[in-house]
């Protein structure tokens, strides 16, 4: 909707206020003006932003109908005539603390009505509104008032106490009704001082731009700034020209706002590429010093801000239209490659890490309330900006991203809004499509659906994980006790090799800014990153990167490619709660369980066996052991239920069970050709187990390389066997001292603290690019 702006000529009796309306409308000075003109709404203007403007005439007379139009007019053009000693006294003694009084918010003009009366009225130069009698933002600055007579000095000089006393006062004027002199130039002051107000924008005072202004300044810069070299250089001055005024930015243009900067006489705002961020601040501040905020407004406009300087996100961006439950966000490639720049243009020192002082420089550029705070922050009492944070890398950088899409889309678009990211095409900034691509959620949606979605959810998909730059795995870890929950991620978040591992604050950020200062260090939910590193040995990343985020659960209906039931194995109610929870879930979700040992210590206690024959019924793994007291054990038993389960190596399993379920419901000759399918399928998959257990037990990397190659000839067969190669990969961190012939699940729990699960990771890419 248009914005309304209201504008209201007020004075005394007979200043002329129904003439200076009658007569800027129709253009023809009335003979007998009526005592209230009635309001009259302008069209539309382009150059007002569009906005609806309505001009409000007004009668001392009728106090009810004053008192109200003043409560609401955006802009008050205040009439003395210049004839009448009075009405100009009356504005100090009565006018001006009238609207002090009613309307804290409004702008106001002095229009100085009957110029035409005076000696010395320039009436020759009447009809061209560049020569009226107007002042400005440069008087106050000092500047020298252009001569127009002594009247106008005179003026000058009985205003310049009210300008002091009333800072609402934009600007004096005179004008002339009858002469027609100077109308249009006051009222499009009037609402260019309301569209355009200097006050968010300069402070008077201290003659310099408001803390504020030079913030959205800074985000402005962002905006442009895509290639991230801290310079906007001539292509992004020149889309800046575009976008915000339909304008090519000709050579010369550049170069004398070049020379406007230069002139400023300090370094380091302008070097050989272009302007850096202060060269731009400075440019701003000559645009409003030189009474053209309307240039810096439009191009903050543009960027989102609105009049208050307040920083919206689009509508697009907000929780309702990211809740649909069939689908999951993951970030666009050109989000990541966006990411990657701002981390290597903020570490200030090169070092390879953002410390927390540069992280906080990243988020600089947002709202007031969250200003410095990256989503995943959890501010200490210490320091409400978590300064006192340690140092992450970029693939810690990567993983917190992966966690705030993972634990909130809308944060993390919204994030990126306030960053500056745009996108290639700057129209679909408004544009979730711009940030975020959108994936199927885990869950049946056909047959096809179903048989891919078994036990591995839409990140592992390898149809819809490729164009990927990068997939998260969400893993909910669910229990009815929340310290439990919060044992296991805090685990998570302190596994060795922790350069992998992150915490998020509340998903209710950005909102909901206050701060708990209890210091806690137990995160919602952490995030490694993985990625593999490419065949040729040249270091790069394996596309697509691998995130796995592991999250309390924190409402009924959330997605995630994995569940991880927790119980207590000394509580009967906590068994059946885990069982029942188990239940609950759809047959497609992938799962497996946790447990807590009695606190006793001694030898592990045999598994229950309602659970354990669930398991053994569902083709998942024995329940984990966690063990909160040590912490190492305990994030590797976590980590290794997610590599056993998100490998499945149950798959074929589960997979004919499932079919087996299917074919029951299916006409008899289909339910053939699925039971010869399937019977050749396992077939296949107990060859290549069995050809790679009797195969040269040789050095890892031979192992591995032929992992792979098992992937590819029987991915070729049938692509559902992809996840069997893995086995093989398992097997081998299975087989680490320090067990004793364990069951396998107790192997997996002994991953060495280098994760070498990561190989599994980077396995897994390989074959999603394959
Ligand atoms: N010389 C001269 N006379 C003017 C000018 N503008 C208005 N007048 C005269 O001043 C008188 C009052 O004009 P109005 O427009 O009725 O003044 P007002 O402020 O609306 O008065 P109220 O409605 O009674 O409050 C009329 O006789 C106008 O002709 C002007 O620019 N020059
Ligand atoms: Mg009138």
């Known amino acids: 909707m248009a914005r309304q702006v209201r504008v209201l000529v007020a004075g005394d009796d007979g200043v002329g206020k129904s003439s200076i309306i009658f007569t800027l409308v129709s253009r023809s000075f009335p ?20 906005a609806e403007v309505t001009l409000m005439d007004s009668s001392p007379g009728d106090e009810e109908d004053l008192n109200t139009k003043l409560a609401i007019a955006d802009c008050i053009i205040l009439v003395y005539s210049v004839d009448d000693d009075a009405t100009f006294e009356h504005l100090g003694e009565y006018w001006l603390p009238l609207i002090e009084e009613k309307n804290s918010k409004t702008t106001v003009f002095i229009a100085g009505n009957k110029a035409d009366t005076t000696s010395g009225f320039p009436e020759a130069e009447a009809e061209d509104p560049e020569q009226d009698e107007s002042k400005g933002a440069q008087e106050r600055k000092g500047d020298a008032a252009p001569d127009h007579g002594e009247a106008y000095l005179a003026l000058v000089e009985r205003v310049e106490p009210l300008l002091q006393r009333f800072r609402f006062i934009v600007d004096f004027i005179h004008v002339s009704a009858a002469c027609e002199v100077a109308l249009s130039d006051l009222f499009f002051k009037a609402i260019d001082s309301v569209i355009n107000p200097i006050s968010p924008l300069f402070d008077v005072a201290s003659a310099d731009l408001k803390p504020e202004a030079v913030y959205a300044i800074h985000r402005l810069f962002r905006c442009y700034d895509q290639d991230m070299d801290g310079v906007l250089n001539k292509s992004e001055m020149s889309k800046i020209q575009q976008r915000c005024f339909d304008l090519v930015l000709e050579e010369e243009d550049l170069e ?78 050109a989000v990541w490659d966006f990411l990657d720049r701002i981390f290597v243009r903020f570490d200030s020192n090169k070092d390879g890490l953002l410390d927390a002082a540069d992280v906080a420089e990243v988020f600089s550029v947002l709202p007031r309330s969250i200003r410095g705070r990256s989503p995943w922050c959890t501010p200490t009492s210490a320091s409400s900006l978590g300064l006192d944070a340690p140092a992450i890398d970029q693939r ?77 795995l969400k893993v909910l870890v669910v229990s009815p006790d929340e310290d439990a929950v919060r044992d296991v991620l805090r685990a998570l978040s302190q596994a060795p090799g922790s350069g992998d591992c992150c915490k998020i604050s509340s998903s209710s950020w950005p ?94 206690a045999p598994c229950d066996a309602r659970v354990e024959s669930k398991c053994l019924k569902l083709g998942i793994p024995e329940p984990f052991d966690l063990r909160p007291e040590d912490q190492e054990s305990a994030a590797n038993a976590a980590s290794g239920v997610v590599v056993s389960v998100l490998g499945d190596h149950h798959m074929p399993k ?18 053939a050709i699925i039971a010869l399918a399937v019977g050749g399928l396992i077939a296949a998959v107990g060859y290549e187990l069995w050809k790679k257990s009797t195969g040269d037990q040789g050095d890892s990397a031979k192992e591995s390389a032929s992992g792979r190659d098992a992937s590819q000839s029987v991915g070729k067969s049938e692509k559902l066997v992809q996840p069997t190669s893995l086995l093989d990969d398992v097997s081998m961190f299975g087989s680490l001292p320090g067990n004793g012939g364990a ?13 070498p699960y990561l190989l599994l990771f980077a396995e897994w890419a390989g074959t999603l690019r394959a």
């Open 256 to 333: 004398s706002l070049r020379q406007v900067v230069v002139g400023e006489g300090r370094g380091g705002l302008v070097t050989d590429d272009g302007f850096t961020v202060e060269g731009l601040v400075t440019l701003c501040r000559h645009f409003v010093e030189e009474n053209k905020a309307q240039v810096v407004w439009k191009m903050l406009r543009q960027t989102g801000f609105d009049t208050d300087l307040k920083l919206t996100p689009p509508s697009a961006l907000s929780a309702a239209r990211l809740s649909d439950a069939g689908v999951v966000f993951q970030l666009r490639p």
């Open 396 to 472: 810690q950088w990567r993983a917190y991203w992966a966690q705030t899409v993972a634990l909130s889309t809308v944060v993390a678009s919204q994030m990126l809004f306030y960053l500056g990211f745009l996108g290639d095409d700057f129209e679909k900034a408004s544009d979730v499509a711009n940030y975020l691509t959108c994936v199927p959620a885990p869950g049946p949606a056909s047959m096809t659906q179903r048989r891919r979605r078994l036990g591995i959810g839409y990140g592992l998909d390898s149809r819809l994980g490729r164009g990927l730059a990068s997939i998260t």
């Open 654 to 671: 589960s997979l004919a069970r499932f079919l087996a379920r299917t074919i029951a419901s299916t006409p008899t000759w289909y339910s």
């Open 511 to 604: 909102h909901d800014t206050t701060v708990d200062g209890d210091g806690s260090t137990s995160p919602d939910a952490v995030g490694y990153e993985h990625h593999g590193v490419d065949d040729d040995g040249s270091g790069r990343h394996a596309e697509p990167r691998i995130h796995v985020v592991f999250a309390a659960q924190d409402g009924p209906s959330q997605i995630a490619d994995l569940v991880l039931l927790l119980y207590e194995e000394a509580s009967d109610a906590s068994i059946r709660a885990a069982l029942d929870a188990c239940d609950a879930l759809p047959p497609w979700q992938g799962r497996a369980f946790i447990r807590r040992p009695p606190e006793s210590g001694g030898p592990p």
């Open 31 to 50: 003979e007998s003006p009526p005592p209230v003109v009635h309001d009259i709404t302008l069209p539309p203007e382009h150059y007002f932003e569009n």
């Open 743 to 755: 069951e396998e699940r107790v192997k997996l729990c002994q991953l060495p603290s280098r994760h």
